[in-house]
């Protein structure tokens, strides 16, 4: 029984007869050879079989010796077909991966498992992709077969196994949470309203008050899953739908203990994404950044005098500039900026203690981009209650939440990463767009 | 500086002076002690104090003295009081984990980090849960803090990291797809409907079409995350969104490559309990299962026969049945039954060769539920394009989906694993809400 053998492993196996299975990448026909390149899920191998005119030849003298012809001819096979080859591994070092498979003895073995009935929006043989967003996205169930398409999800799938490793070290546990919610009550606007058995209910924004009433019984907890939000604006780094990644832990001192997760959480996504999916790193030469021991930090009243401004946030320019001097002063390509002022923060933020204008709160920064947020919450119940009432709001519909801080919490604080921006932030794409499966935005319900 | 240690490591730190920090579990007052226990995320640990009357004796000879006294008097906390206490970690057989801990010379030591405002609807501290399920479920912020009621989410959690590992080892990518459709096409019923910025949308039941078009591009994938159904039926197993372990893998030679899969995955489950929730496991006193090298099988047409029916699909009472003799005749709590009907399968299901009324599909039995659902899919696009076809349906609303096969899909197939129900089988729970955190079931959209 000749086993299939994947393009990367195929090294170890010189000499031998093995099969490689995959989608036939491209086809390329020289006068007396021709090379069939097929692609597996681990990358490419190049097969060589005699050219086309023999092959007839080899088919015709079989033909008349009554034995069948080696199933369809194969210069009719179009891209994309689903093939199994037969061959011998042979070194060669002008070959991908320094090997290249050639047809045994009594000429190629080549078995068709599924033939395409049509052309594929872009051609996946082409080293770069010219097609325009729209038509990869329109697409995806083909075009994300590109390489360079697909690489930034398994940059994204390395990555959230780094943040769940990095956080199952720390004692964290994970947890499922319900993506319907009975209030829109986090921030009360961009909700997607649904009908739950003919009553209102709406998708959740966040798992933000799951986690925190977890802390009170797990302490540390994470979830990584979808959150929604209804943006009615149409922005290269907004999505309808995207992955967060969410950490909150209790017995805190303040946002710092939270910060010094968030640099655990992002060593190990980098870490991760180095030893998980260096074919996608080196494909799209995505440089991968030192996360320091201590990354570097600026409180929200500097960095605006810094910037000469006046400001309750920071606009997406003043986020880049401010990148550029931590890159600058410290070297690194991450900043926090601690203490935005809590007239832009969620009522459940913490004050900063001496400047209750300020918040015990901090926003990561990522080459320039937002990337995290997070800080420390409320954790006594009335407290909950003033923030409230101090914002006009009744308490009413956070009874559920609530509830929780009325059997004592312990101070507590985390954060949510956009998974989507991070991988976009990392491969340097030009829109997130091409960094989240089948994405969802205000234009955007298929496939 | 006294650091935090954790109930799990206090035996290690005998003769330091140490902080345990955690919620007031219970508190005995005896004449000339007090015990206050402890409980943090990893279990419980006994502080041991001077009895009631010695501190207030102490406390006012410190006010007389012009001190401040302790904080709070300690037989004022109530139980799930937020604390922190400084103690000598000292040896002592009777107590939980063989080490207690003790006042310090110059007086107990402990700080008040949160009060609780409100009486837990049920009593943490006690042994057994005598609640009824409606007080635990409208109670979960709190609740869920006793340990039997939260032990089942540390198996959960333990779980999920087993799947993913197991699959993360057969070459597996994860994934993260879409939970707002286009269109309510995998089942027709029981989708709950959306405000999609003003069109109609519905959230997803299942990541099959997004799975199977990704073995497109990565061959074997899966993903862990929430889906939906609008349950119109108020049972103990079925919830209105749930989490689904779902893989998928191309190149197979029939569904029997997937069941394989199926088996190295509960393997990874199984061990990962085992090791990463052990605590959980020896609380409720569950019960590991082997999975034996190969999980038995039997064809659903050999199960009618030997069950004396004929009908097109098991009923529970059937699938105990099987499972008892499963049991009986080869030790295996598990059992696959393959080859159901295929007018009880979905229309992507892929016949079995010479008997197309049957399919190449599976159910996984665990202890007498239905646990995996899974099987070989169709892979050419004219036997999906029949294949609706028959059953009357257009194709228009599955383009998106169709796209896929369009273009070259191996032979693949998959399954997908309902999470709440492993755990509810594992720990023989009555009822699916005792293994949801915050479940959504008809009558239930919060807390």
Redesign the interface.
């Known amino acids: 029984m000749i086993h299939?053998v994947?393009a990367t492993d195929l090294s170890a196996h010189v000499g031998e007869t093995v099969q490689v299975?995959g989608?036939?990448h491209r086809r390329r026909e020289l006068k007396r050879v021709t090379f069939l390149i097929i692609r597996?899920?681990t990358g490419l191998t190049q097969a060589v079989l005699p050219g086309a005119g023999e092959q007839e030849r080899e088919q015709e003298q079989e033909q008349q010796q009554g034995e069948q012809p080696h199933g369809q001819r194969l210069h009719d096979i179009p891209e994309?077909?689903?093939i199994s080859f037969v061959g011998v591994v042979t070194a060669n070092d002008q070959a991908p991966g320094g090997v290249e498979l050639v047809a045994p003895a009594g000429g190629p073995q080549v078995e068709v498992?599924?033939?395409?009935?049509?052309t594929?929006p872009l051609d996946i043989y082409r080293p770069t992709v010219t097609a325009s967003l729209p038509t990869i996205l329109d697409?995806?169930?083909?075009t994300?077969?590109h390489p360079h398409l697909?690489a930034p999800?398994?940059i994204?799938?390395a990555s959230?196994?780094g943040f769940?490793g990095a956080l199952?070290a720390l004692?964290f546990?994970?947890?499922?949470?319900?993506?319907?919610?009975?209030s829109a009550t986090e921030s009360g606007a961009n909700v997607?309203?649904?009908?739950?058995?003919g009553?209102p209910?709406y998708?959740a924004q966040s798992p933000q008050f799951?986690k925190q009433?977890?802390v009170?019984?797990?302490?540390?907890v994470y979830e990584t899953?979808?959150v929604?939000r209804?943006e009615?604006s149409d922005t290269a780094r907004h999505l309808?739908?995207y992955?967060s990644l969410d950490a909150e832990l209790g017995?805190i001192q303040d946002h710092r203990d939270v910060m010094a997760v968030v640099r655990e959480a992002l060593a190990g996504m980098v870490a991760a994404v180095a030893e998980r999916a260096p074919a996608a790193v080196e494909l799209l030469g995505v440089k991968l950044p030192t996360v320091p021991e201590k990354i570097p930090e600026i409180h929200f009243s500097e960095a605006m005098a810094m910037l000469g401004q006046d400001e309750p946030d920071l606009a997406p320019s003043d986020e880049r500039t401010l990148s550029e001097w931590a890159l600058r002063e410290f070297g690194s390509e991450f900043l926090f900026v601690t203490g935005y002022p809590m007239t832009k923060r969620p009522f459940y933020t913490h004050a900063e203690p001496g400047r209750p204008q300020y918040s015990n709160s901090f926003d990561l920064l990522f080459r320039g981009l937002e990337l995290i947020t997070g800080g420390q919450r409320l954790?006594?119940?009335?407290d909950y209650v003033a923030a409230l009432a101090a914002r006009g709001e009744s308490t009413e519909p956070y009874?559920?939440?609530l509830?929780?801080?009325?059997?004592?919490?312990?101070?507590h604080g985390g954060f949510a990463l956009g998974?989507e921006r991070w991988t976009m932030r990392l491969t340097e794409a030009d829109n997130l767009r091409r960094t989240?499966?089948?994405?969802?935005d205000?234009h955007r319900?298929?496939?």
């Open positions: 299939r994947l299975s989608w036939l597996d899920r994309e077909t689903v498992l599924s033939s395409p009935a049509a594929p697409g995806s169930p083909v994300l077969r697909s999800f398994q994204t799938a959230v196994a769940r199952d004692g546990t994970e947890i499922h949470t319900p993506k319907i919610v009975g997607f309203a649904l009908d739950w058995f009553h209910a998708l799951f009433a977890m009170g019984v797990f302490e540390r899953g979808p929604f209804a009615p309808a739908q992955t017995f954790h006594k119940y009335e009874e559920g939440y509830s929780a801080f009325r059997h004592g919490m312990p101070p998974l989240a499966l089948f994405p969802r205000l319900l298929t496939p």
